[in-house]
């Protein structure tokens, strides 16, 4: 089992709709979260990073951690064709430790 | 935000030549870098850590003599593929460590093709 599980996708939702996109973990060790978007042949840009359990909304994205359930959470509001990418969760137990990812959802916004 | 370079973005060598990739942060410093492989269709692998003025640390399964890394600064670290082979092929991707050392910024990355 890896230690990060997120549905590769792909994702297919039409313009405006509301996507969620999921990760679950196993390691109880982890403390900070984020959120990175991955356009084709592109590197990841960060998105979202929060630490420990909560909510923290910027702009259409709002990210939500649940600790007590290990599971993690990017809402995307109104959303675009421009999002369409792959989302990539990552997670580590210290700052400044590496990152365990997650193996990323393709999304697809249909104009 | 942090912005993250790499040169070249792509580069195409015949087999058995050598290849360096430069990873550099523009607007900050970076003690720590991150080195990354990535295959079609998957998430991101590390390779290893870059630490500044100290020898980098290597994932299992990883040749550290294959794969030379040089942090002579804090804002460059690069990755050298020696001896270069076909299944070298790959999306090569960095990311800095801020100071604060709270979140990892990814360069654009670097697709190798070995011919």
């Known amino acids: 089992q890896k230690e990060v599980e997120q549905d590769p996708g792909p994702l297919s939702v039409p313009e405006g709709a509301i996507v969620s996109l999921n990760c679950t973990y196993s390691?109880?060790?982890?403390?900070?979260f984020m959120w990175y978007r991955q356009y084709s042949r592109k590197g990841p840009e960060l998105l979202m990073y929060?630490?420990?359990?909560g909510n923290k909304e910027d702009g259409r994205f709002t990210a939500q951690v649940d600790k007590s359930s290990k599971y993690i959470s990017l809402f995307i509001r109104d959303s675009q064709p421009s999002d369409s990418a792959t989302y990539l969760c990552?997670?580590?137990?210290?700052?400044?430790?590496?990152?365990?990812f997650g193996g990323g959802t393709r999304l697809m916004v249909k104009p | 935000g942090a912005v993250v370079s790499q040169h070249p973005s792509w580069v195409i060598c015949k087999s058995g030549t050598s290849v360096k990739i430069e990873c550099r942060s523009l607007?900050?410093?970076?003690?720590?870098m991150f080195w990354y492989r990535q295959f079609p269709k998957q998430s991101l692998m590390l390779m290893a850590t870059?630490?500044?003025?100290?020898?980098?640390?290597?994932e299992q399964g990883v040749e550290k003599d294959k794969f030379l890394i040089n942090h002579a600064s804090l804002t460059l670290s690069t990755l050298t593929v020696t001896s270069a082979h076909p299944e070298d092929s790959s999306f090569y991707i960095c990311?800095?460590?801020?100071?604060?050392?709270?979140?990892?910024?990814f360069g654009p990355g670097t697709r190798l093709l070995v011919l």
């Open positions: 390691n109880s060790a982890f403390q900070y």
């Open positions: 990311s800095a460590l801020t100071l604060s050392q709270e979140t990892q910024y």
């Open positions: 607007d900050f410093q970076a003690t720590t």
């Open positions: 870059s630490n500044e003025g100290s020898k980098a640390t290597y």
């Open positions: 929060t630490y420990s359990s």
């Open positions: 990552a997670m580590s137990g210290n700052a400044g430790n590496m990152l365990t």
